[in-house]
């Protein structure tokens, strides 16, 4: 479904002569295409699942947060405005982000479901938490608020 909305996308790009989303478009195929050809060393012969797309985006979308940083401390502003250009491309992907609240609720639910005591199961937390809301969860944030909640 994603890899069809991701070929729609670049087609209405460049039927639009949109030169940003088409080569911000042609970007997450590409990077679509490595992460195919090497799961098929390890067996998966249908290219990578949605789950792994979402947080293929979702990495992507961290980058260019790091380098939209870099650039403003180097006074390079107009690099950063192409990086936050592809951001908001990029999102189009994605489903809706949770709130801050929302993530919070999320990770106690999580925390009282799986019956985590302490830091210890701070794996099996995150686990879960990727298992259910990938996509859509920041999950650096949501690191911070099960660790705070185990007691880390």
Request: hydrophobic residues 45%; aromatic residues 2%.
């Amino acid at each position: 479904m994603l890899r069809q909305q991701l070929n729609d996308a670049l087609k209405t790009a460049m039927l639009a002569k949109d030169t940003r989303a088409v080569s911000t478009v042609r970007l997450i195929l590409a990077a679509l295409k490595d992460r195919d050809i090497a799961a098929r060393g390890r067996g998966v012969t249908d290219g990578i699942g949605e789950d792994e797309i979402l947080s293929m985006l979702q990495s992507m979308i961290k980058q260019r947060r790091e380098s939209i940083s870099l650039y403003e401390q180097g006074g390079r502003l107009e690099l950063a405005q192409q990086e936050a250009d592809e951001i908001t491309i990029i999102e189009r992907f994605l489903p809706k982000q949770m709130s801050e609240a929302e993530t919070d609720q999320a990770v106690r639910d999580v925390i009282a479901e799986i019956g985590a005591g302490g830091i210890k199961d701070m794996g099996r937390v995150m686990a879960a938490l990727k298992e259910r809301f990938a996509g859509s969860m920041d999950f650096t944030k949501a690191s911070g608020m099960a660790k705070k909640a185990l007691g880390g």
